[in-house]
């Protein structure tokens, strides 16, 4: 099963990575991705993205592979002016907690700075930076079913159920992947309980509606 690994909004940086994964036999799928249209950008065109997506059986070597070739770069390779310089050193660290929301090169080039600034970071440093990443990510979110939720369902109409039944079913099953490819589900378990009775209520009002228009037609 291929998941994503992630996103890129440049193609060259897209090509030096299938680059890697071609030179060491991975497989890897490329999907385009382009953004709902924004009126805000006045006529713009979206920004293209591309998914990169590898098998899961693959991800942690893939991962380990990435981050080696980035460790490559050392301090005189950064830009006099590339943004990280201006970051303050709560702010790299910041970098270092959260790599899932950056590139590889910002997470090293992050390390090569705050280096640079004498601060150590050690490899169980990063580590633990991990760890705590990782748990902070696992931990579910909570819903709640609102009065209006189940009004519609009861006063609305087939639609209205038929739209409670893919809510529902979104809630209780939806799961996201975590950096290391681990998936875990998006809500906490109380919520995906409520989200599982909304759905059989949810099925049987639609079916009550249903019916209910049959006679009339009848």
Do not use: C
């Not at 993205?49 to 770069?73: C, G, H, M, P, W």
């Not at 590139?103 to 169980?124: A, C, F, H, P």
């Amino acid at each position: 099963m291929m998941i994503e690994l992630e996103k890129y909004q440049s193609g060259q940086e897209l090509d030096d990575v299938v680059r890697l994964l071609e030179i060491n036999d991975f497989e890897y799928e490329i999907e385009n991705i382009i953004p709902d249209f924004d009126p805000s950008f006045s006529g713009k065109r979206p920004l293209e993205l591309f998914s990169l997506k590898v098998k899961r059986s693959d991800i942690s070597q893939i991962n380990e592979l990435l981050t080696s070739e980035a460790a490559k770069f050392d301090y005189n390779q950064i830009p006099s002016d590339y943004y990280l310089i201006q970051f303050t050193n709560e702010e790299l660290l910041d970098v270092l907690l959260k790599p899932d929301e950056w590139s590889r090169e910002d997470y090293r080039l992050s390390q090569l700075i705050l280096e640079k600034r004498g601060k150590v970071i050690t490899d169980d440093m990063l580590q633990k930076m991990k760890d705590k990443r990782l748990k902070d990510l696992r931990q579910p979110e909570k819903f709640d079913i609102d009065f209006t939720w189940w009004l519609n369902i009861f006063l609305g109409s087939v639609s209205a159920g038929l739209w409670s039944i893919y809510l529902s079913w979104g809630h209780l099953t939806l799961k996201k992947t975590l950096p290391n490819g681990e998936q875990v589900y998006v809500y906490d378990a109380s919520s995906r309980n409520n989200a599982e009775r909304m759905l059989w209520i949810s099925i049987l009002i639609t079916i009550i509606w249903v019916i209910v228009l049959a006679f009339r037609v009848i």
